[in-house]
Structure formats: structure tokens, C-alpha cells
């Protein structure tokens, strides 16, 4: 059959293009990188896209031609610089609908959610439960999945969270730790997506592992798999988690999605729950889940580097914005440097550039679009501040206080964060 995957290069929607390629169907997935998603997975047909401007049925109608399923595994936590909830999981959605309508009819798979209880009304459960009635209205043939936490080999948000909290030094800081928790495996997901293409199974279902853990039980069963010794867990309260969630939220606003932010700890504080009706299908445990992916060093690295991540791009930032700020504060005596070498006007004017280009460094850094170019920004400028101080005032590198050895473990943090910066 011709599937068409949505979301097809993220956690969840990654796994189900895999075993909807091995089940021998003919898959075509959207993204918005499809160069490189063709190079993790060459049998897939890519296609570049980005549901928030697909909003309008006509946008539909060329994609979905010769279509027979497609799989919805799109979805985002908040609005920010990156994503647009309202137009990406509903407006979206509803134009898909109305343009399958018209078209060959194609089964829709929908990966969704619970969308009830004390995060119900947020814009990330109110957006899925829109899109979900809309489906289940709409005529079409459907299936609606609402996973409970989904684990695997990869980790992606509050899965990468848990990796993160699991691996933290010494002790384990953990808000709403007795908050009960359910999970499955990606593949569990995957099996059923694979099952409703062959007619198994449909309507509305939800899917979870016949165990229920605390987030506590959770973080620790992680601490164990990345092979660290058990540590004390200790219980902070909510509200010593609010200025971290609001750093969190900013980040948001700024295209980082950090799984820290207000609409996760509002779905965690009640825990991640489902009502487990009308599904018999097998579902499998987090301790199996983990146990049938042994940990490498890889898996290590990343989940101490994790929470480490926002530290490194802010750090940069900081250290980019003060280089450009402090000098402005003493502009005549920092363009003293230059004066062997050039008159006063030239030099004063040299400084005034290279300070405002540390400071649109240290500003385009936290946008997460233009994190990528300030780095290599960084990078070149680091480069030219070291070759030309060597060039015309070498003794810099004897200064006691060292502005130019200073640089290098800037560039070694900046090469630091590009090597994180990915996250899929």
C-alpha cells in the first residue's frame, strides 16, 4: 500500500516508517530536512513540508494523490518560535480531512493523546483534541492512538528526560515524584499503526503496559539501565520548579523545546494515565523495553550532556554579550590597543564593530534558528581575534590575565554545543 507518514523523521513517527517499510508497504515521509532523513533512511520516499503552512485543503490535494493510509505522528508540546500548535495539530488536521474527503478516501491514522484532565485545556491537548473530534466525525476511516509514555532505543522529550534526571550526579532531584506513570515501546506503536494498514483494528484506542510506575520508579529503572549506582531520591516541591519552568517556557518562545516546559509539568503533575479500553493488544513493559535495549557509553554521554545542553548555549551567550558589552564602557581605552597601528578614528571605529559583533553573536545564539550560524560565527570570529592579536600584538599571549589563552576554551565550549545542538 502507499502510506504517507507524517512526522516521519521524529521519535515515534521515525520507528513506524521503519516497520511500515519492512512490512513491505511503499512509504513516503514529510519533514522539514528531507536531505538528511534520506541519508538515515534511504527507502522512504522524502518529501519537504511543514504543516503549519499546510492549512488549506488545496495544500493537501498533490500529496495525497495515490495515497491509501496516513499516519499522523506530528505534534508539538507549546507555541514558540519553532512551532505553531493551532496550525500544525489542528488547522492542519482539518485540512487534511476535508482534502482526503475529496480524494481517494485514505485511511487516517492519528497518534494522539489523552486529551482530558488538568493540562485538558492547554493549547497542546486542546489543539489534539480538536484535530481527534474532527476525525471522528469526519466520515473517513480512522484510527486514534493515544499512547501513554512512549519509550524506546532513541529518546526523544520527556523520554529524554528521564535519561537526563536518571543519570543526574550524587542524588536525584525530582518534582512531582510520586506522580503515577504508564508507558509502552515505540514498537508497540508501531505494531498497531502496522495492524490498522491490514484492517486489525480501528476506532479509538488506547495504549499502555499492564503496569502503572511512579516517576520515581521510572527515573531509577533508567539510573539502572545506564549502569550508575542507585541514588537518594529527594522530593522538591512544585514551586522550587517554577523559575526553572519559566526559563524553560522563555527558551520555548525562542524555538528550544526543552520538555521542562509549563505544559509537561502540568501533565505530569497528575501523571500520565490512560483508560486501557478497547485495546487488546500486547503491550510491553518499561523494565522489557529497556532490558531488549542494552545501554552503550553513547546513551551515557547523552543523558549527562542533556541537561548540560542549556547550560553550554546560555553560558556561550553570556560570555559573547559581556565580551561586546564591558569594552563599550571603555571604548577610548580598549581602542588603545589599535593605536600603533592605526589613528584614533579607525581605531575607535574597529571597536565599536568588533563589539557589536559579540554582542549579535551572544543575542542570535538563543534563537534556536540561528543557533547553528552563531556558532560557526563564533567560531570564525575566535579565529580572527586570536590570528590578528598574533599578528600585531603577540605579547597578549603572556598577559597575566590571559585575554587571548581565554579564547580557547571558549572555542572548544563553542564546538561543544554544535556537537549537541541537533536534536533528532
Known sequence: MNILILGATGFIGSVVAARLVADGHVVTGLGRNPARARLKQPAIDWRRADLSCMTKPADWDEILKDQHVVVNCAGALQDGLSDDLSATQAEAMLAL???????????????????????????????????????????????????????????????????????????????????????????????????????????????????????????????????????????????????????????????????????????????????????????????????????????????????LKPLVISGLSAFWLLSGLIPLLTLEKTSAHFLPFMPQAAATALTLATCLIDIALGAAVLLRPLAKSALLGMLAVSFAYLAGASLLEPALWLDPLGPLVKVLPSILLTLTALSTLDER
Open 97 to 307: 480531512y476535508s482534502a482526503a474527503k475529496r480524494s481517494s478516501r485514505p485511511l487516517i491514522v492519528q497518534i494522539s493523546a489523552r486529551t482530558t484532565g488538568a493540562a485538558g485545556d492547554l493549547p497542546f491537548l486542546a489543539t489534539k483534541r480538536r484535530a481527534d473530534e474532527a476525525l471522528a466525525t469526519s466520515g473517513l476511516p480512522h484510527l486514534i492512538l493515544r499512547p501513554a509514555l512512549v519509550l524506546g532505543r532513541n529518546a526523544h522529550g520527556g523520554s529524554a528526560l528521564l535519561r537526563a534526571l536518571g543519570a543526574f550526579p550524587l542524588v536525584l532531584p525530582l518534582v512531582h515524584a510520586e506522580s503515577l506513570v504508564e508507558t509502552l515501546s515505540v514498537d508497540d506503536v508501531a505494531k498497531a499503526v502496522s495492524q490498522a494498514v491490514s484492517g486489525g483494528i480501528s476506532g479509538d484506542i488506547d495504549l499502555a503496559a499492564d503496569e502503572v510506575l511512579t516517576l520515581t520508579d521510572l527515573v531509577r529503572l533508567h539510573r539502572q539501565w545506564l549502569g550508575l549506582q542507585p541514588a537518594r531520591v529527594f522530593s522538591l516541591a512544585p514551586w522550587l520548579a517554577r523559575p526553572v519552568t519559566w526559563l524553560a517556557d522563555i527558551a520555548g518562545l525562542l524555538g528550544w523545546r526543552s520538555p521542562l516546559r509549563s505544559t509537561a509539568m502540568t501533565v505530569m503533575s497528575e501523571g500520565v494515565r490512560s483508560s486501557k479500553t478497547g485495546s487488546s493488544l500486547a503491550t510491553t513493559p518499561a523494565a522489557a523495553t529497556l532490558s531488549a535495549n542494552p545501554s552503550g557509553v553513547q546513551d551515557l554521554w547523552f543523558a549527562r550532556l542533556y541537561l
